[in-house]
């Protein structure tokens, strides 16, 4: 495994130690042979509500931009992500460009295909690959993790093109790994709450009558991007005291200009 921890300091200002990922490969491993299962494939399509492949890796997706990992018993980790790159059948070669080379602890091949879910003809590209990973070693079970995150067509291709394979699910054993988290992963939780009271903090000497809910959201994106935030969901609302002020998610109702007297209601 390649790990580089030194370098990735040099590039990200929030990371996960090596050591905490060794931590849940090596637990990973632990079940996976418990259960007798060779290979995972997990999968992600969005950062807003958690995900496989970031436990795994500590690389995020991005908005609706899918990736999986293909993670064997003995800790051998292949990633696929939604990524420009070359797919050739005859003689597929990983692109080896994302994540960054830097960001790539434990990542022995990086595949990238542009897959998008817009466009239904590329619904499989992620599968073709791990078909092409998994296909020459016999008879094997496979566990999917967050298959919920992966497009039907991506699994069908799967089952159908891994005849040999015993395919099951094992996101609830994966996350009930994830469920315990250790000393650093609870430190890294304390700051991010920290973090977003911080910003609530400064949010309440910046809200004032005469600015939009607009400029409310701006300041709160800047407040928490200066700190480092890889994503996150910003909403706020407005409206006249004694009625809901429901806070719409982005851009939407987002030009009302608050008036002395009204609730304003933020959520970061």
């Keep these: 495994m390649s790990m580089m921890a030194p370098e990735i300091g040099s590039y990200v200002p929030y990371y996960c130690s090596d050591q905490e990922l060794v931590r849940r490969w090596d637990a990973v ?3 996976m042979k418990k259960a007798g299962v060779d290979y995972i494939v997990a999968g992600s399509q969005t950062d807003y509500i958690g995900q496989y492949v970031k436990w795994f ?3 995020p997706t991005q908005s609706e931009y899918q990736a999986m990992v293909i993670f064997s018993q003995d800790k051998e980790m292949a990633s696929i992500w939604s990524w420009g790159g070359v797919w050739d059948p005859a003689n597929p070669v990983p692109a080896n460009v994302v994540p960054p080379t830097y960001a790539a602890r434990g990542i022995a091949r990086r595949w990238s295909r542009g897959l998008f879910s817009s466009f239904n003809y590329t619904c499989t590209y ?4 791990v078909v092409h990973e998994l296909r020459g070693k016999g008879k094997i079970r496979v566990g999917l993790v967050g298959p919920a995150f992966m497009t ?3 699994c069908n291709h799967i089952a159908e093109h891994l005849p040999q394979a015993e ?3 094992f996101t609830g054993e994966i996350d009930a ?3 315990v988290k250790s000393e650093e992963e609870l430190a890294i939780l304390r700051d991010i709450a920290g973090q977003q009271d911080d910003v609530m903090r400064a949010l309440k000497d910046y809200i004032r009558p005469g600015i939009s809910e607009l400029d409310i959201l701006t300041k709160m994106k800047h407040l928490i991007d200066a700190k480092a935030s ?5 909403k706020v609302g407005s ?3 004694g009625a809901p002020a429901h806070p719409w998610h982005e851009h939407f109702h987002s030009k009302r200009v608050i008036e002395k007297g009204d609730t304003v209601t933020c959520l970061i």
């Design 29 to 31: 491993a632990a079940a």
């Design 57 to 59: 890796t500590d690389f």
């Design 126 to 129: 992620d599968a073709e690959i």
């Design 152 to 154: 039907i067509q991506a």
């Design 167 to 169: 395919i099951i699910d």
């Design 177 to 179: 790994i994830k469920a």
């Design 230 to 234: 890889e994503n996150g969901i910003y």
């Design 239 to 241: 409206n006249s005291f």
